[in-house]
C-alpha cells in the first residue's frame, strides 16, 4: 500500500477493457512510477491499481496489433494468475513504458538480460566502451561502470545494419529521421539473434534485419539520417550553451545552432556535430524561473534536453521562430515541465474528442465552485497539458442530434478561466497559457466580443498579470492578445478579426503601456521573449496584410506611438534574435509606407545614423536563398533598403559610393523580372478572404449602397429598418496609404548583383562581390565596436565618408563612366551609355593628346564603337576632313585600320558621307581597296585552283619605274626588286615612281601599293588586304545607298550623283578589277556596288569595256546570287552592236561565253533562279548546265585574258584593254538543238521529264515551224581550217594547227588592229576574224553539211508534246505545217530502207499528224485538202504488211500504224473524210486484219477505237462487216478482268497489262454496240444485231442498248446462271473456238474470203452478210440444247430461281399458257391414239413433252405466285387448265390444282370458270386424287362465292361430294 501511495502517473493511454462479464469498456490506463492503475475516463476517479510487485508479465497479443494483457495475481501475496486483455492504440508506447519497470515483476528473478560488451563510435569518432543489455522493450547502452548512457526502444528501431569494412561493426537506425548508431561487438550474429527474440517476445515487433551491408563511408555521411544534408546543417544562428546530461557530471559546453529544420549541437573546440534534432518534434520549452539562464527543450517523444545560456530569452525567441517555420504550431513556453502522467496520449498525437470534452467540463465544473480555487488550477493545467497550443482539435459542433454543444463547452471553459483570480505568478501563466488554446478556436475568437464580459474581466486580468514585472506571465499575456488579434484557426471571419481589433486598440493607455513595456525591455536588453510577443501585436495591428484590417483612427495612433520611440525601435536590428529583427523590420516598413512625409524622413535619416541601411543592405546582398526565414528577413531588408533610398539623396549618394555606376544603372532600367520570388511577406489575400465570406454568407461587399439604393421603396411602404447587429456589417477593408513607393527597378538591381557583368560600363565578379562584402562587413564591426564603447552616449555612423574601392579594377582603364577594354571588345548594344556625346567627346579628347600610337587606336576603336551605336545622338562629326588627311599620310597599318573602322561608323550621319567627298576620301578609299590583289594567302575553291594551274601564266611582270632626280628614269621593275632597291637605300619615300594606271610620277610615300608594301610602314595591321577591302565595299555601298538614282516618283536624277560620278569615271576600271580576287566576300560586294552605281548610269553600255562580264564569270565561289542581280540588270542594256535582234540571247553580251538557254533562263526566271542552275547540275529542257561547263567557260576566259591578273599583282591600278572574246563551245551542247528556249532533246524526253511546263506552248509551236524549215534549208560550213588561219596569217605544220597561245596572240593582234572603235573601216576585217578566231577555237573544225533527221525528229515529237499538252490553248488555230508534214511522210514511205532506217522520222510524223487532227476539226479537214489521207493510207498499207506476231510496241511499223489508224478514226467524225475513208477499201480491211493483233495492245486499242468512230456510216459499217470485223472484235470481250477492277488497287494501263486488256475489252463492248446500231447515234444493222444474239444470247443483246460495259464483261467472264443467261467455262470455250476458226478461214484461207474481194459490190455485200448471219445462226451452246426456253427465259432455271425479277412476267405468263395449250393437245392425242399402250420409238418424246410441259405449268404458278397481278392472264385458258386434271400424271394434276389455287383469289379469274363450266372435273378429283383434297377444298371455298358455280356444282353433285368427304374422312382440317 506504501508503494501505491508513492505512486505517480508517468503516462496514460486511453484503452478498452475486454471483460468476460461486462464485455468492453473504456478506461485511462496509467504507467507510474510504482504501478499499473485504471482511471473512469469520464469522472477520473481510479478504478483499479496493481503495483509491479502483484504483475506477473505484461505481453502483446499476437492475434492482433492493439491487444495486450496484463498477468497479476489474483489475491495479494498468492501465486496464482489473473490474465486481463486490454486494447489499445499505441500499444507499443504503452508496452515500451510498462516494461520499463520489468525488473520489479513478480519473476524479477527470473529475469535473464543478454549482455554484450561492445565499441560505440562516438561522434568524436573516439572509440568507447559500453555494454549493451538487451532488455524485452529495448536495448540499453551501459558504461563499463554500470552507468546507463541511453536505451534505444524497440518501437524505435527501423532497422539493424552490419557494417563492410568494420569487423563485427553493425548500425542501429532509429527514430522517423534515421539517425544511425554505430558499434562493434565479437558476437554479432548472436547480437542479433536475441534482440530479434526479444523484440518479438516482449513487443510482438520483428526487427528489420537489412540485407544491404552499410559501408563505415556511408555511416559518416549519413549518421543524422535525413539532416545529414548540407542544407540541415548550416546555421543561420549560434549561441554558447552550456548543456546538463546524466552522460556528463558537469555542464558540457556546445555550440548551439539554429539551421533551417533543426536544433544542431557542436563541440566548440573541433565544430563537430553531436547531434541533431528537427524543430518539429519539439513540444514546448521550458523556461525554468529558479535559474535566469536554464531552459529545457521538451521533445515529442517525452525526452527532454537542458541547457544554460546567458542569452537564453534572445534563443529560446529564434528556437519559437524557427520551429513555427517549420509550421510546428504546437510550441509553447512555459515555467514548469509538462506532467505527461496527465496527458492521456503521447504527445505527438492530438488527444481524442472525448478527452477535449472532459478538459473543457473539468474547467467548466471547477470555475463553477468558487470554494474550490486548487481544483481549478489543476483542472487548468489538466486542460495545457492535454490540449495542444495551437487549440481545440475538435472545437467545431458536428451535426447530430446527441452531440454536445462545443461552443457552450469553450464558453463556459472561458467563463471559469477569465473569473478567476489568479494570486501567484505560476497559476497566473497557467491560466493565460489555457485562455491562449481556447481562443485560439473560432469559438474562442469570437467569445472576446459575443461573450458577456469576456472583454472587461481578460482587460482586467492582462494589466494586472502585467504589474508581476514577470516576463514569462508578461509573454503569455501579451501573446494571448497579439492570438486576438490575428486568428489561428481556419475559414477566420474578418468580421470577427476587425470586432476584436477595435475593442483591443480602442483604449489609448493600454496601447502607450505596451509601447513603454517594449521601450524599456529594449533599452534593457532584456525580456526578448515580451519583445517578441510585443513585435507580433503590432504587425497584426500595423503591417500587410493583417493592417486591412485595422480601424483607420487605432492605426494612426499606433502608427505615431511606435515612430516616437525613434533611434529604440533601430536597436532592435542587431538583435540577436531573427525573429525580432523581422518583426522590427515589418514595423520600419509600415511606418515610412504609411506614415507622414516628416516621419518617413526620419526614418530614413535614422537608418543612416543607425547604420540600419548599411546593415540592412548587406543582409538583401549576402543571405542565401536557402532557408525560408532567411528568404523573408532578404526580402524584408530588400524592401526597407528600397524604402530609405526612396527620394532620399543622402542615401542614394551613399549608394554611388558603394557600387559601381553601372550596376546603380540598372535601378533606372524598365526590364521586368520574370523569375521572381514566392511573397514571403504578404502571406494572405483579405480581398479573397472577403469575397469567401461574402459567398457565404450570402451578402454582397458592397451591401451598404445596395442598402441606401432601397431606401426609398421601403420608406414608402412604411417599413421600420430592423437595427443591425455589429456582425452583420459588412467587411470593409483599410485603405493602404503608401506615402513613400519605391520607385527604382530594385528587382532587377538585385538580379544583375548576382551574375558576372564584363562589360564596357560594368565589370563584377567574384571578386568583386567579395571586396564589397569584406568592405560592409569590415564598416559594421568598426560600427559596432564603437557603440559599444560609446557607453551610454548615442554613436551615429559617418556614413557621409564611407566608400567603397574595387582594388581588382584599378589596372582598367577607364573613360567617365566605361572600361574602354571592354567596351572594344563587348558587341554592340552590350552596355547603354549614358550621355554618350560626352563620352565620345573624352575619347577623341584623349585620342588627340595622346602620342602613344597603341592608345590612339584604341581611341579610335572606341569612336567607332560609340558613334555607331549613339551617331543620332553625336550628330556630324566635322573633322572627318582631317580623318581623311590622316588616312592618307598614315604610316602605321593598326592606325589605319582603325581609322577606316571608324570613317565607317561615322557614314552613319549623311552630313559626315558629304565631307567625306569633299575631303577626296573616295580616291583615297580606291588606292587602298586595290591592295587587295596583293593577298596571296587567301583559300582558293577547286575551279579556283584549277585556273591557277592551268592558266600558266603565274609570274612576275616588270611593271615599275623610278627616278630620283629630275627627268631621271629607271626600269621597268618588279614589285620584289622595288623592295631590294628600299633596302639597299637606292630608293626613298620621296622618290618618283610610275606605272600604267597612275595619273602622273607621284612620291613613293603617295603611292598606296608601294607605301605599305615596302618596309617604310610600321605596324601589325588589323585585317589583310582582302578584309580591309571588303570594309572600304562596304563603305562605298552605304556612301552610295545615300545617292539614290530616282526621286520617289520615279524621274531618273540627272547628272547622276556625285560619288557614284566619282566611282564610274576613273575608278570604275580598278573597282571591277577587284574581282579578278576571286575573294567571295570581294566579288559579292562589288557586284552590289556595281549594279547600285551603274543603275540609270549613262556610261552603262559602255561597261563591258571594262571587262567586267569577263572577270565577273570567271569567279569561282558559290554566292553568285548578288553576281545574278548585275547580270540581269546589265547584260541587254551594253552596247557592243549595231542592231538589235529579235532575239534576246543575240542581243546579250553574253552570248558568247554562256549558252542562249543560260541568257533565256536569266532573263526569264531571275536571278535566284539563275544562282541554282549556275551553281548545280542541271540537265533539263531550259537548262543544260554543269560543273564540267562552268570549268571550260573559267578556262576559255582565263586563256583569253592572259596574262592580266599577273599584272595586277605587280601593279595593283594596271587596267585591262578590252578585246571581244570568240563564241565559247561545251561539249555537251554539242548535240543538243535549242529551240526557244527548250532544249528539244531533254522537252522530248518524257519519261525523265513527264510534265514540264510550258509557258507559252503558242511561240514555241512558231519557233519549231521556223527550226523545221531551217533544218530542210540548212547547208555546210562555208570555212574551213585552210581559210581561217590564211584569215589570222598563220600555217599549219605538218598538217597540225598552231597551239592554242599562238592563234590567240595572232587574233588579239588584229583585232585590236581593225577595231570598229579604233578603225572604222575595218569592221569587215574585224568580223572576218572574230569568224575565223571562234572556228579554229572550236575544236571542230569538220562541219557536217544538210538536214539533220535526229533534229527533225525532235521537232516533230515536239510539236506532238504541244498539241497533246495544250490542245485547248493551241485549238482555234490551224496547223501550218502539214506541206512539210505530208511531204515527210510521203518521203519516209517510199524509202526503201524504212525500217531498218535507226533514225527514221515517219512515226514521228504520223503521231504529230494524229495530234494536230485530234486537237481541231480545222486539222482534219486541211489534211483531207492537202491530201494527207491518201499519203497516210498508202504508209499503213506498207506497215500493216510487217506487223507479224514477233512485232514489239515499239517496233517502227507498229508505232506507225497505230498513229494512222488514229488519225483515220479521228478524221471519220466528218463525212467528207468518211467518203474519203470508204474508197480506200484496203484501209478498213488493215484495220480488222490489226485488231487480231492481241499482243500490241496500243495497236488493237486503236483499231478498235477505229471501228467505233467509222460505225457511225451505214456504207463503212457494211465494209467493216464484210472485212470479218465481228471475228475479230468478239474475242476482245473475253480478255476481261473484272476482278483488277474491283480489288481497289490502283493501277496504271501504262505499267500493268491486264488494265490495257480491261480497256480494250470495254472499247470493244461500245464499238460492237456502234456496229449493231444499239446506240442511238448509229445507223441499226440487223445483221449485227443478229450475230450478237446468237453468239451473245439474246440477253446480252438486249443489254448492247446503250451498254454498261463493265456490266456485260463482267458478266460474259464469269460462271452464270439465271433465268435469262445460262453462261459458264464451257460456253466461253465454244464461243472461242468458233470465232478462231470464223478468223481462220477468213484471214488465213484466202480461198473463201480473198483479201482483193471487190468491197462494195451490192451483190457481193448481200452474199457476204447473208453466209454471215447464217453461220451465227446454225451456232448453238451445247449447254442449251435441252433447256426449255421460252420468251427467252429458261424456264428450269427460273423454277429454281423463282423470285429473279422478270422484264415482262404477263408475256411470260402468256407463252407458258400457249406452250401448255399446245403440248396438252400434242398429249391428249398421244394418249387416245395408244390407249395406254405407247410405242417405244414415241415414249422419249413423250416423256419429254410431259417434263416440258411440267416445267411450264411450274413456272405459270411461280409466276403468278411472285407476280400477284397476272392470274388475269389465265381468263380464257381454264379449260386448258382443268382439263389438265384429267392428265394421267398425278404431278401435273397437283401443280394445276395449285395453279388454281393461286387464281382463284382473283374475282375476275372466279368469273371465267364459271363460264368455262368445267366443275365437273374438280368434283371427280376429290374421288380420285385423295392427296389433292385439301387444295381441291381450297379452290372449291373460292368458287362457291360464284351464283353460277354453285348451281353447276349442285347439278353435278357437289353436295354428296362434300358431304361423303366430312363423313368419311380423317383429318381434322378437310372435316
Not at 488527444?351 to 474550490?372: D, F, M, Q, W, Y
Not at 592572259?1202 to 585591262?1216: I, S
Not at 576585217?1325 to 569538220?1342: D, G
Not at 489521207?1429 to 514477233?1446: G, M, N, Q, R, Y
Request: with cysteine; proline share 4%; glycine share 4%.
Amino acid at each position: 500500500m506504501a508503494e501505491q501511495d508513492k505512486n505517480r502517473d508517468i503516462v496514460s493511454y486511453y484503452c478498452t477493457k475486454h471483460h468476460t462479464f461486462r464485455g468492453k469498456y473504456k478506461r485511462v490506463i496509467s504507467i507510474g512510477t510504482h504501478a499499473i492503475s485504471t482511471y473512469n475516463p469520464g469522472s477520473s476517479e481510479q478504478t483499479n491499481i496493481w503495483p509491479y510487485t502483484d504483475i506477473f508479465s505484461i505481453q502483446p497479443s499476437p492475434k492482433s496489433n492493439n491487444e495486450f494483457r496484463i498477468f497479476v495475481r489474483k489475491k495479494p501475496g498468492k501465486p496464482a494468475q489473473e490474465g486481463m486483455l486490454f486494447s489499445c492504440e499505441h500499444r507499443l508506447e504503452l508496452l515500451t513504458h510498462a516494461l520499463k519497470h520489468y525488473p520489479k515483476f513478480v519473476d524479477k528473478n527470473k529475469v535473464e538480460f543478454s549482455r554484450y560488451r561492445a565499441v560505440k563510435i562516438h561522434w568524436s569518432e573516439h572509440r568507447v566502451e559500453v555494454y549493451l543489455i538487451i532488455t524485452p522493450c529495448s536495448i540499453d547502452q551501459y558504461t563499463l561502470s554500470g552507468k546507463k548512457l541511453c536505451s534505444y526502444d524497440y518501437k524505435d528501431i527501423v532497422s539493424v545494419a552490419k557494417v563492410q569494412d568494420y569487423p563485427g561493426g553493425f548500425v542501429i537506425i532509429t527514430g522517423n529521421t534515421g539517425r544511425m548508431h554505430l558499434f562493434g561487438t565479437d558476437k554479432l550474429d548472436d547480437l542479433f539473434k536475441n534482440i530479434e527474440k526479444a523484440a518479438n517476445a516482449g513487443m510482438g515487433l520483428v526487427i528489420n534485419t537489412q540485407k544491404k551491408v552499410i559501408a563505415q563511408a556511408d555511416f559518416a555521411s549519413g549518421r543524422l539520417g535525413n539532416y545529414s544534408d548540407d542544407q540541415s546543417l548550416t546555421s543561420f544562428t549560434e549561441f554558447n550553451v552550456y548543456k546538463r546530461s546524466i552522460r556528463h557530471t558537469q555542464p558540457v559546453s556546445r555550440i548551439f545552432c539554429l539551421t533551417e529544420s533543426c536544433i544542431v549541437e557542436r563541440d566548440p573546440s573541433t565544430y563537430n556535430v553531436c547531434t541533431a534534432k528537427p524543430l518539429t518534434d519539439i513540444w514546448s520549452i521550458v523556461r525554468h524561473s529558479e535559474d535566469p539562464q536554464l531552459f529545457t527543450i521538451e521533445l515529442l517523444s517525452g525526452q527532454t534536453r537542458s541547457y544554460t545560456c546567458t542569452d537564453r530569452d534572445s534563443l529560446l525567441a529564434s528556437i519559437i521562430d524557427g520551429a513555427r517555420g517549420n509550421k510546428n504550431k504546437d510550441i509553447c513556453v512555459q515555467s514548469s515541465r509538462t506532467n505527461l502522467g496527465a496527458r492521456i496520449g503521447p504527445l505527438f498525437l492530438p488527444v481524442e474528442e472525448e478527452v477535449e470534452s472532459t478538459c473543457l467540463k473539468l474547467l467548466a465544473e471547477a470555475g463553477t465552485n468558487r470554494n474550490s480555487r486548487q481544483n481549478l488550477t489543476e483542472a487548468t493545467v489538466f486542460f495545457n497539458t492535454n490540449i495542444s497550443y495551437s487549440g481545440l482539435t475538435h472545437a467545431v459542433t458536428e451535426a447530430g442530434f446527441f452531440t454536445e454543444n462545443k461552443d457552450k463547452l469553450i464558453n463556459n471553459a472561458l467563463n471559469s478561466l477569465v473569473s478567476h483570480d489568479c494570486t501567484t505568478v505560476k497559476d497566473t501563466e497557467n491560466n493565460f497559457h489555457a485562455i491562449r488554446r481556447l481562443v485560439a478556436s473560432k469559438t474562442g475568437f469570437s467569445a472576446f466580443t459575443q461573450l458577456s464580459g469576456f472583454r472587461e474581466k481578460l482587460g482586467i486580468k492582462v494589466i494586472k498579470s502585467l504589474k508581476f514585472e514577470d516576463d514569462s506571465v508578461s509573454h503569455a499575456a501579451i501573446d494571448l492578445i497579439a492570438t486576438l488579434m490575428q486568428p489561428m484557426h481556419d475559414n477566420y471571419n474578418l468580421r470577427q478579426e476587425q470586432l476584436n481589433k477595435f475593442s483591443l486598440l480602442s483604449t489609448k493607455a493600454f496601447l502607450e503601456k505596451l509601447v513603454d513595456l517594449l521601450k524599456c525591455h529594449v533599452s534593457k536588453g532584456t525580456g526578448a521573449l515580451v519583445i517578441n510577443a510585443l513585435l507580433d501585436f503590432f504587425t497584426y495591428a500595423l503591417c500587410v496584410p493583417y493592417s486591412e484590417t485595422t480601424d483607420s483612427a487605432h492605426f494612426d495612433n499606433l502608427l505615431e506611438m511606435l515612430a516616437g520611440l525613434g533611434r529604440c525601435l533601430f536597436k532592435l536590428f542587431v538583435h540577436p534574435s531573427l525573429s525580432i529583427n523581422k518583426g522590427a523590420g515589418l514595423l520600419m516598413k509600415a511606418i515610412i509606407e504609411e506614415g507622414t512625409p516628416e516621419i518617413a524622413l526620419k526614418m530614413q535619416d535614422l537608418a543612416l545614423a543607425e547604420g540600419a541601411l548599411l546593415r540592412h543592405l548587406r543582409t538583401a546582398l549576402v543571405t542565401p536563398a536557402n532557408d525560408s526565414r532567411q528568404v523573408t528577413m532578404r526580402q524584408l531588408s530588400r524592401h526597407l533598403v528600397g524604402l530609405w533610398t526612396s527620394g532620399h539623396k543622402t542615401s542614394l549618394s551613399l549608394l554611388r559610393r558603394i557600387f559601381p555606376i553601372g550596376l546603380l544603372n540598372f535601378l533606372e532600367s524598365d526590364d521586368e523580372v520574370t523569375d521572381e520570388e514566392q511573397d514571403m511577406i504578404n502571406c494572405r489575400d483579405n480581398l479573397k478572404l472577403v469575397q469567401t465570406l461574402a459567398k457565404s454568407q450570402k451578402f454582397s461587399i458592397n451591401v451598404q449602397y445596395l442598402e441606401n439604393a432601397l431606401m426609398h421603396w421601403k420608406t414608402r411602404v412604411g417599413l421600420e429598418k430592423e437595427k443591425p447587429r455589429d456582425d452583420d456589417k459588412p467587411v470593409i477593408l483599410r485603405r493602404r496609404r503608401e506615402q513613400i513607393t519605391i520607385t527604382l527597378n530594385w528587382k532587377l538591381f538585385y538580379v544583375r548583383f548576382y551574375r558576372d557583368h564584363a562589360t564596357a560600363a560594368l565589370i563584377w565578379n567574384y571578386k568583386t562581390r567579395e571586396e564589397l562584402k569584406e568592405h560592409l562587413d569590415a564598416e559594421l564591426r568598426a560600427f559596432n565596436v564603437d557603440k559599444e564603447l560609446g557607453g551610454k552616449f548615442e554613436i551615429s555612423w559617418n556614413h557621409s565618408e564611407f566608400e567603397v574601392h574595387y582594388d581588382s579594377l584599378l589596372d582598367e582603364v577607364k573613360i567617365g563612366d566605361y572600361y574602354l577594354r571592354l567596351l572594344l571588345e563587348e558587341d554592340d548594344h552590350v552596355s547603354r551609355i549614358h550621355k554618350p556625346y560626352e563620352f565620345f567627346n573624352d575619347i577623341y579628347h584623349r585620342f588627340l593628346l595622346t602620342t602613344n600610337s597603341k592608345m590612339r587606336c584604341m581611341c579610335l576603336q572606341a569612336m567607332g564603337i560609340v558613334y555607331r551605336r549613339y551617331h543620332e545622338d553625336i550628330g556630324t562629326f566635322n573633322d572627318t576632313r582631317y580623318l581623311v588627311h590622316m588616312l592618307d599620310k598614315c604610316t602605321d597599318k593598326q592606325e589605319r585600320d582603325r581609322t577606316l573602322e571608324f570613317m565607317h561608323a561615322l557614314l552613319k550621319n549623311k552630313k559626315n558621307c558629304k565631307l567625306l567627298i569633299d575631303a577626296g576620301g573616295i580616291k583615297v578609299l580606291i588606292d587602298l581597296v586595290t591592295l587587295s590583289h596583293l593577298h596571296t594567302s587567301r583559300a582558293t575553291t577547286p575551279f579556283q585552283s584549277m585556273f591557277l594551274e592551268d592558266g600558266g601564266m603565274v609570274h612576275e611582270e616588270r611593271e615599275w619605274y623610278y627616278g630620283n632626280k629630275e627627268k631621271e628614269r629607271f626600269g621597268p621593275y618588279s614589285l620584289r626588286e622595288m623592295a631590294e632597291f628600299w633596302e639597299d637605300g637606292v630608293i626613298s619615300e620621296r622618290t618618283k615612281c610610275w606605272a600604267q594606271g597612275l595619273d602622273g610620277w607621284r612620291p613613293l610615300r603617295s603611292i598606296a601599293q608601294l607605301k605599305w608594301n615596302l618596309p617604310c610602314s610600321s605596324g601589325n595591321p588589323l585585317f589583310n588586304e582582302s578584309e580591309m577591302a571588303v570594309l572600304i565595299l562596304n563603305m562605298l555601298i552605304d556612301i552610295c545607298a545615300y545617292y539614290p538614282n530616282r526621286e520617289d516618283d520615279g524621274g531618273i536624277i540627272r547628272p547622276i550623283p556625285r560619288p557614284k560620278r566619282i566611282l564610274s569615271e576613273s575608278c570604275l576600271p580598278h573597282l571591277v578589277q577587284l574581282l579578278l580576287t576571286f575573294d567571295p566576300l570581294i566579288v559579292e560586294k562589288v557586284a552590289i556596288l556595281l549594279d547600285n552605281i551603274m543603275a540609270d548610269n549613262p556610261t552603262l553600255p559602255r561597261l563591258y569595256q571594262s571587262g567586267v562580264f569577263y572577270f565577273i564569270l570567271m569567279y569561282t565561289g558559290s554566292n553568285v546570287r548578288p553576281i545574278a542581280t548585275f547580270l540581269k540588270n546589265t547584260h541587254l542594256r551594253q552596247a557592243f552592236r549595231q542592231n538589235d535582234s529579235p532575239d534576246v540571247a543575240a542581243n546579250s553580251i553574253l552570248a558568247p561565253l554562256l549558252p542562249s538557254a543560260m541568257i533565256y533562263f536569266l532573263e526569264n526566271h531571275g536571278p535566284e533562279k539563275f544562282s541554282e542552275i549556275f551553281l548545280g547540275e542541271f540537265d533539263t529542257p531550259e537548262a543544260i548546265w554543269m560543273s564540267e561547263m562552268r570549268r571550260t567557260m573559267i578556262q576559255k576566259i582565263a586563256l583569253h585574258l592572259g596574262d592580266f591578273k599577273p599584272r595586277l599583282m605587280c601593279n595593283t591600278r594596271a587596267l585591262y584593254q578590252y578585246m571581244p572574246i570568240p563564241q565559247i563551245c561545251y561539249e555537251p551542247l554539242e548535240r543538243e538543238l535549242f529551240c526557244s528556249i527548250y532544249y528539244l532533246r531533254n522537252l522530248c524526253n518524257e519519261d525523265k521529264f513527264p510534265e514540264w511546263v510550258i509557258d507559252n506552248p503558242v511561240k514555241l509551236l512558231k519557233d519549231c515551224l521556223e527550226a523545221w524549215k531551217k533544218e530542210v534549208e540548212k547547208k555546210g560550213s562555208d570555212i574551213n581550217a585552210g581559210d581561217a588561219l590564211e584569215t589570222l596569217g598563220l600555217t599549219m605544220e605538218d598538217n597540225k594547227l598552231p597551239v592554242d597561245n599562238i592563234i590567240r596572240k595572232a587574233y588579239f593582234k588584229l583585232a585590236h588592229k581593225y577595231h570598229p572603235d579604233k578603225n572604222p573601216d575595218g569592221r569587215d576585217m574585224f568580223e572576218a576574224v572574230n569568224k575565223a578566231y571562234e572556228f579554229l577555237m572550236s575544236k571542230n573544225t569538220e562541219f557536217q553539211g544538210g538536214p539533220s533527221p535526229i533534229h527533225i525528229n525532235l521537232i516533230l515529237r515536239t510539236q506532238s508534246i504541244l498539241f497533246k499538252r495544250y490542245g485547248e490553248v493551241l485549238q482555234p488555230y490551224k496547223y501550218a505545217g502539214y506541206p512539210m508534214l505530208i511531204k515527210t511522210i510521203r518521203t519516209e514511205t517510199e524509202d526503201t530502207g524504212l525500217f531498218s532506217n535507226p533514225h527514221a522520222i515517219l512515226p514521228s510524223a504520223c503521231e504529230l499528224c494524229y495530234h494536230t487532227i485530234a486537237n481541231s476539226a480545222l486539222n482534219a479537214e486541211e489534211l483531207r485538202r492537202d491530201g494527207g489521207l491518201e499519203i497516210l493510207a498508202s504508209s499503213l498499207d506498207k506497215c500493216s504488211t510487217v506487223v507479224s506476231f514477233e512485232s514489239t510496241p515499239e517496233s517502227l511499223e507498229c508505232r506507225v500504224a497505230t498513229f494512222i489508224i488514229r488519225c483515220f478514226s479521228e478524221s471519220a467524225a466528218f463525212e467528207a473524210a468518211r467518203e474519203k475513208i470508204s474508197e480506200m477499201k484496203y484501209v478498213v480491211e488493215n484495220i480488222c486484219r490489226l485488231m487480231l493483233r492481241k499482243h500490241l495492245p496500243l495497236l488493237t486499242d486503236a483499231c478498235i477505237d477505229a471501228v467505233y468512230n467509222l460505225s457511225i456510216d451505214y456504207l463503212l459499217q457494211t465494209q467493216l462487216l464484210q472485212c470479218g470485223v465481228l471475228w475479230s472484235l468478239l474475242p476482245h470481250l473475253f480478255t476481261y478482268d473484272y476482278t483488277l477492277e474491283e480489288g481497289g488497287v490502283e493501277v496504271s494501263e501504262d505499267t500493268n497489262q491486264q488494265a490495257m486488256s480491261n480497256k480494250v475489252a470495254k472499247q470493244a463492248i461500245y464499238s460492237l454496240a456502234r456496229l449493231g446500231g444499239f446506240m442511238s447515234d448509229t445507223p441499226e444493222n440487223p445483221a449485227v444485231r443478229s450475230v450478237v444474239s446468237a453468239l451473245l444470247t439474246p440477253y446480252i443483246g438486249n443489254l448492247m442498248v446503250d451498254p454498261d460495259a463493265r456490266h456485260i464483261l463482267k458478266l460474259l467472264n464469269s460462271n452464270i446462271e439465271n433465268p435469262y443467261f445460262i453462261w459458264d467455262a464451257s460456253t466461253r470455250a465454244e464461243l472461242l473456238s468458233y470465232l478462231d476458226d470464223q478468223c481462220t478461214n477468213r484471214f488465213l484461207d484466202q480461198a473463201v474470203f480473198p483479201c482483193n474481194n471487190k468491197i462494195g459490190d451490192p451483190e457481193q455485200d448481200v452474199q457476204v452478210l447473208f453466209m454471215d448471219a447464217t453461220l451465227s445462226q446454225t451456232f448453238t451452246f451445247s449447254a442449251h440444247e435441252n433447256e426449255l426456253v421460252l420468251g427467252d427465259i429458261f424456264v428450269r432455271v427460273y423454277n429454281n430461281q423463282p423470285s429473279f425479277p422478270l422484264r415482262d412476267a404477263s408475256k411470260f405468263c402468256q407463252d407458258l399458257l400457249n406452250f401448255l395449250g399446245d403440248q396438252a393437245q400434242y398429249l391428249h392425242s398421244y394418249l387416245s391414239m395408244s390407249n395406254g399402250n405407247m410405242a417405244n420409238e414415241v415414249k422419249p418424246d413423250y416423256e419429254l413433252r410431259m417434263k416440258h410441259s411440267y416445267m411450264a405449268l411450274e413456272g405459270l404458278k411461280n409466276c403468278m405466285q411472285h407476280n400477284p397481278s397476272n392470274e388475269a392472264m389465265c381468263c380464257g385458258y381454264f379449260k386448258l387448265l382443268f382439263a389438265l386434271l384429267k392428265m394421267n400424271n398425278e404431278n401435273i394434276q397437283l401443280l394445276a390444282l395449285e395453279v388454281l389455287v393461286i387464281v382463284t383469289r382473283n374475282q375476275e379469274c372466279v368469273s371465267s370458270i364459271a363460264e368455262a363450266k368445267v366443275m365437273g372435273c374438280m368434283l371427280v378429283m376429290i374421288m380420285l386424287l385423295p392427296s389433292s383434297r385439301s387444295s381441291v377444298l381450297q379452290v372449291l371455298h373460292a368458287l362457291v362465292s360464284n351464283t353460277t358455280i354453285i348451281k353447276e356444282v349442285l347439278v353435278k353433285g357437289a353436295l354428296i361430294s362434300l358431304l361423303h368427304l366430312f363423313c368419311t374422312s380423317t383429318s381434322p382440317n378437310i372435316r
